[in-house]
Every structure is written in structure tokens, then in C-alpha cells.
């Protein structure tokens, strides 16, 4: 994905691929499965992709690859956001950036192949050209190891006793064999890609009087019932989600609005964050809004559950405006989250 900097909105939609598409060597822009993580050294350990709140470990959710035109130490660069699914919590969100130049330890000069490796098999790769390994549940840095075949590795004790329970403790006895067999932990968001489209002009004047039942269907009719709901609770903020829905009728599915520095647009007049409310870099650079994750995406993760499940209005990303480097590791960022239900 290309940095639009002051040009047009980049839209983000979710599509299935090919699991080799969805590799490291291929930089995807992603959503849920295992991350494919850029720079293999470096990666976040545990404590920084705990929740905040409830301390479990934070579920990955996308990824976008976002490259910086000129910049030769960021000419591979990818954020990463991770969210909490645990409930009673289902509330922290941590997001992580990392840039590469293009000769780099980890990738090949040139541009990776558009046809399909060899192989045909979909295995998971658990060890990183860093040698680092890889949590068999979650994908993340993998500082444990189970103490009797020393060969399956975790993030946490939660991960390890959650694998233990769906299948390790039968294979653990076969090493040779059980890192072909991952079983489904239910852990892990469906996988898609997200493709790329840019925003087309969209003139308010038109929209505003097409039929809306039939432009925003494909949101999902619960969330469309409780988006109404919001608007006819906010009185005086009509007009913020009346442009929030006219902005995106065009092009109801967008999962993701990408745009460095670009102004976001809100669901709600409430819980908007001012300048004093985004933190600054640690360099010392303002951050500038990168994305904007959209409710639609909730309609793709199939993460209902009976009581409390993850839920937001708009997740919007801030990273550096200097998109400074720190070497080859992975600098946190900040999220700010705008729920649905704040006015309720």
C-alpha cells in the first residue's frame, strides 16, 4: 500500500487468498490468522502484546504494509494491530510499527514473485530467519518451551495449556510429526487479505438521497439497526453520522480507510480524541493519523459469542509523523477507539 500522504483515500477491503499470498516474503496487507511479521529480529515479546487490562494475550487482527516513497530505511514498512477477544475484557488493542530498508538480513533485493511457490502445502512456519520462534497458538514470539519435548514453543502458560488440551499432549511424544498438525485453538481470526481501492469523489448532494437500505446493506443488519439506533440518540449529532454514512454508501464494505495524515471521519460526536489526547512519539515527533479500521470488518471475524464480544465504532491508528527508526525492531504506536454505543 502506497502512502497517499494529502492525495485520495485509500479503501481497504476483505478478500480471500491463497495462503502463500499471505506470507512474509509476500507483504500482505491482512487480516487475522498469524501475522506475518516484517523484520524477524526485534519482534514484540509477551509483556508487550499482553492486554492492558485483563494481562491475557491480545489476538492479532491486521496488518498493513505501508511503505514510505523516498524513504530508503522504511522502503518495507508494516503496521501491526492486536486486539483483546477474552471476555469479560474484549477491550485492549495495542498496535506495533516496523520498517526495513530494502537490503535487508531478512528479504531478497528484488521484488517478490507474483506466481505461487512450488510447494502446495500450507504448513505454518514457526521459526523466523532470525531463528526466533513462533507460539504454536498465536503466532507471536515464542519465549517457552514445552519441558518435555523441548520442540513446541509458546507466549504464555494460557497458550501452552490451551494447546496441551487440543492436541500437544498426544503428539508430544512424536516431535517429528505434531508441527504439521496445528490444531484450530480457536484463538485466531479468519484470514483474509485486504485489497486496495481508491476512494472515488463521492458528491454529498447525490448520495444523501439514494435509497440507504439498499447501499449499506452488505454492513450486516444488526450493525446497521444499531448504528441507527446511535444516530437517533444523538440529537444534535445527526449530521456526523449522516456524513459518516454518506461517506462511505459508495462503498459499503471498506473494512479500512488508509491515508498518512489524512482527517479521520467519526460514527459519533462522542469520545472524539483532541491533539492533547494523542500521545507524542517517543522521538519526539506528533503522531498523524495512518488508518482508520471501520465497523464493517466486525462482519468478517465471526467473533459472536453468547455475552460480551469485541465491538468498536472506529479504531483509528496513529503512528509518528517522522516515522522514525529504531533499528530493526517493532515501535508501539497508539490506537484510539470510538465505540458504537457511547451515546446509547
Known amino acids: 500500500m502506497a502512502a497517499a500522504g494529502a492525495g485520495p483515500v485509500e479503501l481497504g477491503f476483505a478478500q480471500s487468498a491463497p495462503a502463500w499470498r499471505l506470507r512474509s516474503e509476500q507483504f500482505p496487507s491482512k487480516v487475522g490468522g498469524r501475522p506475518a511479521w516484517l523484520g524477524s529480529a526485534g519482534l514484540p515479546g509477551p509483556p508487550a502484546l499482553a492486554c492492558t487490562l485483563c494481562r491475557r494475550p491480545l489476538s492479532f487482527l491486521l496488518q498493513v504494509y505501508a511503505p514510505l516513497p523516498g524513504r530508503a530505511d522504511a522502503f518495507h514498512r508494516g503496521i501491526f ?12 488493542l495495542r498496535v506495533f510499527r516496523n520498517q526495513l530498508p530494502r537490503k535487508n538480513d531478512f528479504y531478497s533485493y528484488e521484488p517478490p514473485s507474483e506466481n505461487p511457490p512450488p510447494e502446495t502445502g500450507e504448513s505454518v512456519c514457526l521459526q523466523l530467519k532470525s531463528g526466533a520462534h513462533l507460539c504454536r497458538v498465536c503466532g507471536c514470539l515464542g519465549p517457552k518451551t514445552c519441558s518435555r ?12 495449556t490451551l494447546d496441551w488440551r487440543l492436541g500437544h499432549k498426544q503428539t508430544c511424544a512424536q516431535p517429528d510429526h505434531f508441527d504439521h498438525i496445528i490444531p484450530d485453538h480457536n484463538f485466531l481470526f479468519p ?3 485486504i485489497v486496495i481501492e481508491t476512494e472515488e469523489e463521492i458528491m454529498p448532494e447525490v448520495v444523501e438521497k439514494e435509497d440507504y437500505s439498499e447501499i449499506t446493506g452488505s454492513m450486516g443488519e444488526a450493525l446497521e439497526e444499531e448504528l441507527d439506533s446511535m444516530a437517533k440518540h444523538e440529537s444534535g449529532e445527526d449530521t456526523i453520522f449522516q456524513k459518516f454514512k454518506t461517506q462511505i454508501a459508495l462503498e459499503p464494505e471498506q473494512i479500512l480507510r488508509y491515508g498518512r495524515g489524512i482527517v479521520p471521519i467519526w460514527i459519533s460526536g462522542e469520545n472524539i480524541p483532541q491533539e492533547k489526547d494523542i500521545p507524542d512519539c517517543p522521538c519526539g515527533a506528533k503522531r498523524i493519523l495512518e488508518f482508520q479500521v471501520m465497523p464493517q470488518l466486525l462482519n468478517y471475524l465471526k467473533a459472536d459469542r453468547l455475552g460480551k464480544s469485541i465491538d468498536w465504532g472506529i479504531l483509528a491508528v496513529f503512528t509518528c509523523a517522522e516515522s522514525c527508526s529504531l533499528g530493526t525492531g517493532y515501535t508501539e504506536e497508539f490506537v484510539w477507539k470510538q465505540d458504537v454505543t457511547d451515546t446509547l
Open 191 to 193: 484470514e483474509f487479505e
Open 149 to 160: 519435548c523441548h520442540k513446541a514453543y509458546y507466549c504464555s502458560k494460557e497458550h501452552q
Open 81 to 92: 494491530l492486536f486486539c483483546c477477544r477474552e471476555p469479560p475484557c474484549c477491550a485492549g
